[in-house]
């Protein structure tokens, strides 16, 4: 990897005045955050950028040259740079929509727990927890009800049966979601996590753990890359889990 002290990189990118290439922006603020003193040549007409790609041989812009030698754009400069791995190298998967949907679920039901009782580890900061977790994973299904629907056939064992099912379980979801977080209506709300949680788990686990297939998990939308497993099993089993909590505290209070 080059050392950033001390060397200057040039980078050429579209600068119009109906167009600013955002991946030039990103380019030239990597750059400069590892140290380079940035040529920043900005291609400001339709004929700059076709002349420049033509003298080249390069099919797109932004293009970074480092000690004379052309690193590429924005994806290429974060490999050459030790950022990233070679896309040969990098996983076709990732958990991170994941994460960031329990993780913001997990701090905003603290906030809500803060800012009802003035604890943040309360019972109810869990149920919310869930809950508002079942209503972001809900979302992103609605975001393309019909891709999520496609990509869930590939697994769902009620769904193959019947497949409007797998354009109903977003709002199944999200209906049980809502109605938890307002601690109202659960005679409905629990049974309907019971349902969708409990038919959700059985099919990931013979999915996975039973035909030992690999797929992606249509738990955050039709374009998902999140694998098919561990993190698929929690959300139906954390959903089926809440509705027979909610369901035994409807009927024991």
Known sequence: MADGNGKTAQLYRMVMKDHLCPYGLKSKDLLERQGYDVEDHHLTSREDIDAFKAREGVETTPQ??????????FED??????????????SDTS???????????FLMALGLSWYSFG?????????????????????QKLQDIESFSTMFLNYD????????YGKIYPFGEALA???????????????????IGGIGAVSVIKAV???????KCACVGGSSNVPLGFVSLTENVMM????????FRFYAG
Do not use: H
């Open 157 to 164: 064992l009620l769904a193959q049966r019947w497949v409007p």
């Open 240 to 247: 089926f889990g809440m509705g027979l909590w909610m369901l």
């Open 64 to 73: 970074a040259f480092i000690g004379g030698k052309r690193i590429g754009g």
């Open 177 to 195: 979601g809502i109605l938890m977080t307002a601690g109202a209506l659960t005679w409905l709300s629990a049974p309907v996590a019971i349902v």
């Open 209 to 215: 753990y039973i035909d030992k297939r690999e797929l």
């Open 119 to 139: 604890n943040i580890f309360t019972l109810r900061a869990f149920e919310w927890f869930i809950s508002i977790s079942m209503c972001f994973l809900a979302v």
């Open 95 to 105: 958990y991170q929509p994941v994460i960031a949907i329990f993780g913001v679920a």
């Open 77 to 90: 400069l974060r490999v050459y740079l030790g950022l990233d791995k070679p896309k040969e190298e990098q």
